[in-house]
C-alpha cells in the first residue's frame, strides 16, 4: 500500500457549523502536500482529525492503513497553529522534553538548528519573541525522524528571509520517505517546494493535482490558480 493518509468521506461538525464536509483524500509517502483553503476552510480541523485530536462524526481518516491511535501518533511529527509550551520551560528544556517523548528525536540536529537561528538554549520560552517561538516549534518538529508531519501554518509569523530558512529547514530535514503535509495562506513562498496540492473550501474538497500539472496543463503558478478558485 503507496498510500500514506487515506480519507473516506470524512464530516465533522461543531454544532450547526459543518467544519469537514463528506471530505475523502489519498495521499501517498514521500512527498510534499500543500493543504490551501482560505480561512475557515476546514484545514486545522483536518489536521487535528489526522493527530488523532479529533474524531470524525461520520467517515474515517487512516493513516498507514490504521485509525488514529497511539501508534500512528508514534509516526507523526505536529506542529500546530499556536504555541504550546509553557513559558516558564527554557529552550533546554524543551529539548530534554522532546528527546524524552519521542524515540525518533535527533537533539543534535535541533542544537544545530538553534546555533544557525541564533536561538539561546538557556533562554526562557516566554521572553522570546513570536516569531522565534514559532522557530523553536518547527526546530523540534522536524528533528523526529518521522514518517508524516503535519504543519499548520509553520511560516505564518515569520519575517521573509527566516521563511527561506525555514523551507529549507523542512526540505533539507524530513525524511524522503516520508509525507509532508503543510497548511498555509503564503502560498508563493512554498509552492516550489510542493508535489501536489489540495484546495478546500467549506471543508469540501474542490482540487486535487500535481503541482507540475497545474502549471503545464493550466499554465498557472498555484498562487495564480488559488486566486482564481477562491476569488471574492
Avoid at 62 to 77: C, D
Avoid at 129 to 137: H, P
Avoid at 169 to 180: C, E, L, Q, S
Wanted: proline share 5%.
Amino acid at each position: 500500500m503507496n498510500e500514506l493518509i487515506t480519507i473516506n468521506q470524512a464530516t465533522k461538525k461543531f454544532g450547526a457549523i459543518v467544519a469537514v464536509d463528506d471530505f475523502s483524500v489519498k495521499i501517498p509517502k514521500g512527498v510534499i502536500v500543500g493543504l490551501l483553503g482560505p480561512n475557515g476552510s476546514g484545514k486545522t480541523t483536518l489536521i487535528k482529525i489526522l493527530n488523532g485530536l479529533l474524531t470524525c462524526d461520520s467517515g474515517e481518516a487512516l493513516i498507514n492503513g490504521m485509525p488514529p491511535s497511539p501508534e500512528t501518533k508514534a509516526i507523526i511529527s505536529y506542529l500546530p497553529d499556536r504555541n504550546y509550551f509553557d513559558d516558564w520551560m527554557t529552550v533546554n528544556d524543551i529539548l530534554s522534553l522532546f528527546e524524552t517523548f519521542y524515540e525518533d528525536f535527533n537533539r543534535a540536529k535541533a542544537e544545530a538548528m538553534l546555533e544557525d537561528l541564533r536561538i539561546d538554549p538557556k533562554q526562557r520560552f516566554k521572553h522570546l519573541s513570536k516569531g522565534t517561538k514559532e522557530k523553536v516549534q518547527l526546530v523540534m518538529v522536524m528533528s523526529r525522524n518521522a514518517q508524516l508531519y503535519l504543519l499548520d501554518e509553520p511560516i505564518g509569523g515569520v519575517d521573509p528571509a527566516t521563511r527561506d530558512y525555514i523551507i529549507n529547514t523542512i526540505i533539507k530535514n524530513y525524511n524522503p520517505d516520508a509525507t509532508v503535509l503543510i497548511s498555509t495562506h503564503l502560498i508563493s513562498d512554498v509552492e516550489n517546494v510542493l508535489d501536489e496540492v489540495i484546495f478546500i473550501q467549506e471543508g469540501r474538497m474542490v482540487l486535487q493535482s500535481p503541482v507540475d500539472e497545474i502549471r503545464e496543463k493550466k499554465g498557472l503558478s498555484v498562487d495564480a490558480l488559488f486566486r482564481e478558485v477562491f476569488k471574492c
